[in-house]
Nanobody, 119 residues
Framework: QVVESGGGLVQAGGSLRLSCAAS????????MGWFRQAPGKEREFVAAIAWTGRSTYYANSVKGRFSIARDNAKNMVYLQMNNLKPEDTAVYYCNADPSLGLSLPSDGWGQGTQVTVSS
C-alpha cells in the first residue's frame, strides 16, 4: 500500500517534491519507482531506485531534472522535480518496481498526486 503526496500547481521552470509513504510489505527490500499518467495517455515510467539506494534509473524525458531518493528507516520515497515543463503535467504514482522501469507493476497502485505545470 502506498500514499502519494506533494503535488500541486506550479509554473514552468518551478520545482516540486513528491513524497510516497509505503507500507512495510510493499517497501521492504523492494526497488521503488515513480510513474505518471497524463490525460489521454498511458501510464509511464518516470524514475526508480534500488533497495540500497545506490542505483537510480530515469526516463529520458526527466533525466537531469528529476531526482529520486528513499529513506528506508521511514519507508519513504521521494521525487524531486526541478525545471518543470507543461508536458510534466500528470498524476504521479509510486509503487514497488522490481523491474526498475522495464515494465509497469500490475497492482499495488495508490490514488496518486496531481502535478499541473502552467506555461
Amino acid at each position: 500500500q502506498v500514499v502519494e503526496s506533494g503535488g500541486g500547481l506550479v509554473q514552468a521552470g518551478g520545482s516540486l517534491r513528491l513524497s510516497c509513504a509505503a507500507s512495510g510489505l510493499t517497501f521492504t527490500a523492494s526497488a521503488m519507482g515513480w510513474f505518471r499518467q497524463a490525460p489521454g495517455k498511458e501510464r509511464e515510467f518516470v524514475a526508480a531506485i534500488a533497495w540500497t539506494g545506490r542505483s537510480t534509473y530515469y526516463a529520458n524525458s526527466v533525466k537531469g531534472r528529476f531526482s529520486i531518493a528513499r529513506d528506508n528507516a521511514k519507508n519513504m520515497v521521494y521525487l524531486q522535480m526541478n525545471n518543470l515543463k507543461p508536458e510534466d503535467t500528470a498524476v504521479y504514482y509510486c509503487n514497488a518496481d522490481p523491474s526498475l522501469g522495464l515494465s509497469l507493476p500490475s497492482d499495488g497502485w495508490g490514488q496518486g498526486t496531481q502535478v499541473t505545470v502552467s506555461s
